[in-house]
């Protein structure tokens, strides 16, 4: 039973590019969330895919959007890279129905902005 | 929205002793309360988690209990390890299926001494 799977392991960009990270669900889940977390802080909320739409968000800029496939998969894109924005991004996932609420987390994408 | 206070922010305990993690929430809404456990490296594994119609749940050297009156919650884990060694996350979460907001706390390093 494949677990969340994320790419890339580590990314490096420079302040002001764009960037673009991956997530693959675990088998049998169809909703995705991510978030980020900052060194020594607990992972904070950005937003969660549901049937393609984003249906949550945290307190985030728009320049964090996202996209869910029809394989349930997702993409999150940060745009204007600040160097404010490194961090390790975590996708989780989980079944709209019951039992509600369990999240599964991915080993994250670490962002560096330099 | 949602305030996920946890304490303490560290705790060192003798292998074989007990230690117990203190969080509090600030929205009634709340109805789901994950734990998490996170290795170096790694992206947060869920131990244990507890709805809010329920008091106390146990999973063999773990349990966690829920004052939904106080707004209050705890992880307890008994006869500790090294391998319990981690910083440990928990979590209030408002909504169900694939519209859910988790809010997380700020985390516990436990570091158990053998």
């Known amino acids: 039973d494949a677990g969340v799977t994320q790419s890339p392991t580590h990314l490096i960009k420079t302040r002001g590019q764009q960037v673009t990270l991956r997530c693959s669900p675990k088998?049998?889940?169809?909703?995705v969330s991510w978030y980020q977390q900052a060194l020594g802080q607990g992972p904070q909320f950005i937003f969660q895919?549901?049937?393609?739409?984003?249906?949550q968000r945290g307190n985030f800029p728009d320049r964090f959007s996202g996209h869910q496939f029809p394989n349930y998969s997702s993409e999150l894109n940060v745009n204007a890279l600040l160097l404010g924005d490194s961090a390790l991004y975590l996708c989780?996932?989980?079944?709209?129905?019951?039992?509600?609420?369990?999240?599964?987390f991915g080993p994250g994408t670490r962002l560096t902005v330099t | 929205g949602e305030n996920v206070e946890q304490h303490p922010s560290t705790l060192s305990v003798q292998e074989g002793d007990s230690a117990v993690i203190k969080c509090t929430y600030s929205?009634?809404?709340?109805?789901?309360f994950p734990w998490y456990k996170q290795e170096l490296g790694k992206g947060p594994q869920l131990i244990i988690d507890?709805?809010?119609?329920?008091g106390e749940k146990k999973d063999q050297r773990i349990a966690v209990t829920l004052n939904k009156t106080a707004k209050h919650f705890s992880l307890h884990i008994t006869e500790t390890q090294p391998e319990d060694s981690a910083v440990y996350f928990c979590a209030a979460s408002i909504g169900s299926g694939g519209y859910q907001k988790v809010t997380f706390g700020t985390g516990t390093k436990l570091q158990v001494i053998p």
């Open positions: 088998s049998g889940h169809d909703t």
């Open positions: 989780a996932s989980s079944l709209a129905g019951p039992p509600r609420g369990e999240q599964y």
């Open positions: 929205d009634s809404a709340s109805n789901y």
């Open positions: 507890i709805r809010s119609n329920v």
């Open positions: 895919y549901y049937e393609e739409e984003e249906r």
